[in-house]
């Protein structure tokens, strides 16, 4: 398999979301995590996709690099789309998942299992040092919203997103199973297909 060696900065403080770019995009690029000392970047965009540029524009800018940004979530029809953009602070405080799985709960309590479709989406753009992009693309799974959660891996709605594919939640599957499903999967070979063209047209 060809190697690139790009440098990438990848646009999260979420540990755990770092760690599946890394597993997802092997060896092919050197994946740095955001600085920590950077500040958080302004969501003020109306859409993933328009969220995942102003990050990744706005971190290019502080570290001088190239940055694969995301902006992910949870979109439920029966709930008119939320928490949508808002997945990360559905209950109030960013990054509180625990909250957020919750008040999802709780919103869903009286809708029937026939009308718990949900599905996720994963917006992911890279820019240049420049804030040029580079590659950008969105990737969606389709799944259920459970009543209770099950299995203890995964992060974010993981627990409550049933698969029906794999007769599992996104939590109760190894990374690796995960890994090939998910909505950054698709997002993301897409993503690849994209810098490895231009690459080649270098």
Do not use: W
């Amino acid at each position: 398999m060809e190697v690139f060696f790009l440098q990438i900065c990848v646009a999260t403080k979420n540990k755990h979301k770092f760690e599946e770019f890394q597993a997802m995009m092997g060896n092919s690029y050197d994946l740095l995590p955001l600085p920590v000392h950077v500040e958080e970047a302004p969501e003020t965009g109306h859409s993933f996709q328009e969220i995942a540029l102003q990050k990744a524009r706005f971190y290019a800018l502080h570290t001088q690099m190239a940055v694969l940004a995301d902006d992910s979530g949870l979109v439920v029809p029966a709930l008119g789309g939320k928490p949508g953009i808002y997945s990360a602070r559905f209950a109030g405080k960013h990054g509180d998942d625990a909250a957020n799985r919750q008040k999802l709960l709780m919103e869903m309590e009286a809708i029937p299992d026939e009308r718990r479709q949900a599905y996720f989406v994963a917006a992911l753009v890279v820019v240049d040092a420049n804030g040029n992009v580079m590659a950008a693309s969105e990737g969606k799974v389709q799944g259920m919203i459970l009543r209770k959660e099950q299995g203890n891996g995964g992060f974010g709605y993981d627990s409550l997103f049933y698969y029906p594919p794999l007769h599992h939640t996104f939590a109760e599957l190894p990374p690796e199973f995960k890994n090939q499903h998910s909505h950054r999967t698709v997002a993301l070979r897409e993503i690849l297909r994209q810098l490895k063209e231009s690459s080649a047209s270098l």
